[in-house]
């Protein structure tokens, strides 16, 4: 039995938000917030506090196995390896195997509980991706803590290592009187992380599935901004810790590590260097002027998309709306474009401007010009399916001041287009000979559809404005009896 008294003390006092975690039992658990918020050591107590919850089997101990996670060797031993042993030192609180995978073992006392031994096994392990999932797959743990969420490639990992979790004690040492719920009680996984991008599994898992189904047994759990009253942790930072390291940063950097934001991805380089989001994007509505044309940009194949522009009296280059899908032109029309433009364009001049290629009749999902005739919707092909040409046209369009203003102006709903702008929408980083260059064509990805769709109708401008002698296309207003 341990017979040394260590004394160990945390508070969540400066912490309310992972107070609350702390009494969550739900089985996925994320922490996140921003710099240097004290979520590692609430981790690292979360991992303590299960322990001293463990019922006592038949062998006479309370025992738990905890797997601890990064995504590489040396950041789990550099950084979560210290903070871990800050708290819990090596031969005060047993012994840490400095082998792979490094582990570290105790025996602890709880005098709460009549003496309660409690015998506690933390492995530390680094998984870079799901190649190296094979390093869990005979383990049985009882809850596994992954350092660094944002770091984790794939969900698909998460999965696994959950599959692994509530395994340990194994059933056969429960004592007859204690259920199988109280036998593995509380969290499985537990995650703590500054803000990802909203591409990352971690914001599609919390914030769009978790949302959605609110069976699945998990929740986020959000620290406020460092610079609000509420930021937490204070106390054992620096004086004006955040005031300090918000100083000649970027916006998006310091609404990601400052004020606990969830961000874009900067994996890439990207496309548009010359969009600024604070600048790019109107503080106010833009509403469509049902006396001027609407330029309905459209990029077709099986993720249709589509990003409604006007040009306005001023010569503002104005995104008013998009609509992005999984969808082929026919159910495109049917689901999406047709209804979208009968509630909010109904009787302006519309014209679709697309992909050259979609007046293809040779397409496998149809000629795209053909089905916008047949659903009465004008439409011509763009000037050019060039990539440079396009990526041309918009920059300009993003770098021209009307009036002492930026020509382009964005409505704050178009997310899509705006995570896209924001390094969605990148040359994707390639290693070559231990050297980091790009692709020279935009990764094809989720944002990459939407963003073409822009593209043509800015192609459409351009070219409109270099022949402004030649009549330019003006439909019709779409009449009711062009829709039924």
Same mark, same amino acid.
């Given at each position: 039995?341990?017979?040394?008294?260590?004394?160990?003390?945390?508070?969540?006092?400066?912490?309310?938000?992972?107070?609350?975690?702390?009494?969550?039992?739900?089985?996925?658990?994320?922490?996140?917030?921003?710099?240097?918020?004290?979520?590692?050591?609430?981790?690292?107590?979360?991992?303590?506090?299960?322990?001293?919850?463990?019922?006592?089997?038949?062998?006479?101990?309370?025992?738990?196995?905890?797997?601890?996670?990064?995504?590489?060797?040396?950041?789990?031993?550099?950084?979560?390896?210290?903070?871990?042993?800050?708290?819990?030192?090596?031969?005060?609180?047993?012994?840490?195997?400095?082998?792979?995978?490094?582990?570290?073992?105790?025996?602890?006392?709880?005098?709460?509980?009549?003496?309660?031994?409690?015998?506690?096994?933390?492995?530390?392990?680094?998984?870079?991706?799901?190649?190296?999932?094979?390093?869990?797959?005979?383990?049985?743990?009882?809850?596994?803590?992954?350092?660094?969420?944002?770091?984790?490639?794939?969900?698909?990992?998460?999965?696994?290592?959950?599959?692994?979790?509530?395994?340990?004690?194994?059933?056969?040492?429960?004592?007859?009187?204690?259920?199988?719920?109280?036998?593995?009680?509380?969290?499985?996984?537990?995650?703590? $992380?500054?803000?990802?991008?909203?591409?990352?599994?971690? #914001?599609?898992?919390?914030?769009?599935? @978790? *949302?959605? %189904? +609110? /069976?699945?047994?998990?929740?986020?759990?959000?620290?406020?901004?460092?610079?609000?009253?509420?930021?937490?942790?204070?106390?054992?930072?620096?004086?004006?810790?955040?005031?300090?390291?918000?100083?000649?940063?970027?916006?998006?950097?310091?609404?990601?590590?400052?004020?606990?934001?969830?961000?874009?991805?900067?994996?890439?380089?990207?496309?548009?260097?010359?969009?600024?989001?604070?600048?790019?994007?109107?503080?106010?509505?833009?509403?469509?002027?049902?006396?001027?044309?609407?330029?309905?940009?459209?990029?077709?194949?099986?993720?249709?998309?589509?990003?409604?522009?006007?040009?306005?009296?001023?010569?503002?280059?104005?995104?008013?709306?998009?609509?992005?899908?999984?969808?082929?032109?026919?159910?495109?029309?049917? $689901?999406?474009?047709?209804?979208?433009?009968?509630?909010? #364009?109904?009787?302006?001049?519309?014209? @679709? *401007?697309? %992909? +050259? /290629?979609?007046?293809?009749?040779?397409?496998?999902?149809?000629?795209?010009?053909?089905?916008?005739?047949?659903?009465?919707?004008?439409?011509?092909?763009?000037?050019?399916?060039?990539?440079?040409?396009?990526?041309?046209?918009?920059?300009?369009?993003?770098?021209?001041?009307?009036?002492?203003?930026?020509?382009?102006?964005?409505?704050?709903?178009?997310?899509?287009?705006?995570?896209?702008?924001?390094?969605?929408?990148?040359?994707?980083?390639?290693?070559?000979?231990?050297?980091?260059?790009?692709?020279?064509?935009?990764?094809?990805?989720?944002?990459?559809?939407?963003?073409?769709?822009?593209?043509?109708?800015?192609?459409?401008?351009?070219?409109?404005?270099?022949?402004?002698?030649?009549?330019?296309?003006?439909?019709?207003?779409?009449?009711?009896?062009?829709?039924?």
């Amino acid at each position: 039995m341990p017979n040394e008294i260590v004394p160990i003390q945390y508070s969540y006092e400066f912490a309310p938000t992972l107070y609350r975690a702390s009494k969550c039992q739900k089985e996925i658990i994320c922490v996140m917030g921003c710099y240097n918020s004290g979520k590692t050591t609430f981790c690292c107590w979360r991992i303590m506090q299960e322990a001293f919850k463990r019922p006592v089997g038949k062998c006479g101990r309370a025992r738990m196995k905890a797997l601890v996670l990064r995504n590489t060797e040396p950041a789990i031993t550099s950084t979560t390896m210290r903070t871990w042993n800050n708290w819990f030192p090596e031969g005060k609180l047993g012994k840490i195997t400095w082998d792979t995978p490094i582990t570290h073992t105790m025996l602890l006392c709880d005098p709460s509980q009549n003496k309660k031994e409690i015998e506690l096994e933390v492995i530390f392990l680094a998984l870079e991706s799901y190649k190296d999932i094979f390093k869990v797959k005979s383990l049985d743990v009882t809850m596994a803590w992954w350092n660094e969420g944002k770091e984790c490639p794939e969900k698909v990992i998460i999965d696994d290592i959950e599959a692994r979790c509530h395994r340990y004690p194994p059933i056969s040492d429960k004592p007859d009187n204690i259920s199988l719920e109280d036998w593995y009680p509380g969290v499985k996984v537990l995650i703590d $992380t500054n803000p990802p991008s909203t591409t990352h599994w971690i #914001y599609t898992f919390f914030e769009e599935t @978790v *949302v959605k %189904d +609110p /069976s699945i047994s998990a929740e986020i759990f959000k620290q406020p901004s460092g610079l609000s009253p509420e930021a937490e942790n204070l106390p054992n930072i620096e004086k004006n810790h955040y005031q300090k390291l918000a100083k000649g940063k970027e916006q998006w950097w310091i609404d990601i590590n400052i004020h606990g934001k969830y961000g874009y991805s900067r994996e890439g380089k990207p496309v548009y260097s010359n969009y600024n989001d604070s600048k790019h994007v109107a503080k106010n509505e833009i509403f469509v002027n049902k006396n001027l044309l609407v330029v309905i940009g459209m990029d077709f194949g099986h993720n249709c998309a589509a990003s409604f522009t006007q040009m306005d009296s001023m010569g503002r280059f104005n995104v008013i709306d998009e609509l992005v899908s999984n969808m082929a032109i026919r159910e495109f029309l049917v $689901t999406m474009l047709k209804p979208f433009i009968n509630s909010k #364009y109904f009787g302006c001049k519309i014209l @679709v *401007v697309g %992909d +050259p /290629s979609g007046w293809n009749r040779e397409r496998d999902d149809g000629c795209c010009g053909e089905e916008l005739t047949k659903a009465h919707i004008p439409n011509q092909k763009a000037p050019s399916n060039d990539p440079v040409r396009r990526q041309g046209a918009l920059n300009t369009l993003l770098t021209t001041m009307v009036m002492g203003e930026l020509k382009f102006q964005m409505n704050q709903r178009c997310i899509t287009l705006r995570e896209g702008f924001n390094s969605g929408y990148m040359f994707k980083k390639v290693m070559k000979s231990g050297s980091a260059e790009y692709m020279e064509a935009p990764d094809k990805n989720r944002f990459s559809h939407c963003m073409e769709s822009l593209e043509y109708a800015a192609l459409y401008y351009e070219e409109a404005s270099l022949n402004s002698t030649r009549p330019v296309i003006i439909p019709k207003k779409i009449s009711k009896s062009a829709w039924f």
